[in-house]
C-alpha cells in the first residue's frame, strides 16, 4: 500500500509499506524521497547516528495512505538513514490497527 510520509505538513517522499507483522501492527517500507527530504536528511542522518532511528520524538512524522486514510500508529513511525547506506531510507511504523486499514483498502 502506498503512502505520503510527512514532517508536519510537507511531504517528504512516498513509502509502499507491507505488513510485516500483523499481530504487532507493524508495516514496513522503504522511502522515495522527494525534493523536501534534503531539506532534513542531514538531521535524520544525525539522529540515526545517536540512537539509531529518527523517530515522532524527533520529528513529527506521519503517514497518510494514498485513498486517504490517516495511519496513527500507537508503537509511533520511525525513519532509519544510514551514512553507511546512504541510498536506503526505511521506514517502520508499529501499533497500527491493521484491520482498520484491510478495511480501507476494500
Same mark, same amino acid.
Given at each position: 500500500?502506498?503512502?505520503?510520509?510527512? &514532517?508536519?505538513?510537507?511531504?517528504?517522499?512516498?513509502?509502499?509499506?507491507?505488513?510485516?507483522?500483523?499481530?504487532?501492527?507493524?508495516? %514496513?517500507? @522503504?522511502?522515495?524521497?522527494?525534493?523536501? @527530504?534534503? $531539506? @532534513?536528511?542531514?538531521? *535524520? !542522518? $544525525?539522529?540515526?547516528?545517536?540512537?539509531?532511528?529518527? $523517530?515522532?520524538?524527533?520529528? $513529527? @512524522?506521519?503517514?497518510? !495512505?494514498?485513498?486517504? =486514510?490517516?495511519?496513527?500508529?500507537?508503537?509511533? &513511525?520511525?525513519? /532509519?538513514? /544510514?551514512?553507511? =547506506? *546512504?541510498?536506503?531510507?526505511?521506514?517502520? %511504523?508499529?501499533?497500527?490497527?491493521?484491520?482498520? &486499514?484491510?478495511?480501507?483498502?476494500?
Amino acid at each position: 500500500m502506498k503512502a505520503k510520509l510527512f &514532517i508536519d505538513e510537507t511531504i517528504i517522499g512516498t513509502v509502499n509499506l507491507k505488513i510485516t507483522d500483523e499481530y504487532m501492527g507493524v508495516l %514496513t517500507g @522503504y522511502l522515495t524521497p522527494n525534493e523536501n @527530504y534534503h $531539506n @532534513y536528511k542531514e538531521i *535524520i !542522518l $544525525n539522529q540515526f547516528d545517536k540512537v539509531g532511528i529518527s $523517530n515522532k520524538e524527533h520529528l $513529527n @512524522y506521519n503517514l497518510i !495512505l494514498e485513498n486517504g =486514510f490517516i495511519l496513527n500508529p500507537e508503537g509511533g &513511525i520511525g525513519v /532509519s538513514h /544510514s551514512r553507511d =547506506f *546512504i541510498d536506503e531510507i526505511f521506514v517502520e %511504523t508499529a501499533g497500527n490497527d491493521i484491520e482498520k &486499514i484491510k478495511n480501507t483498502q476494500k
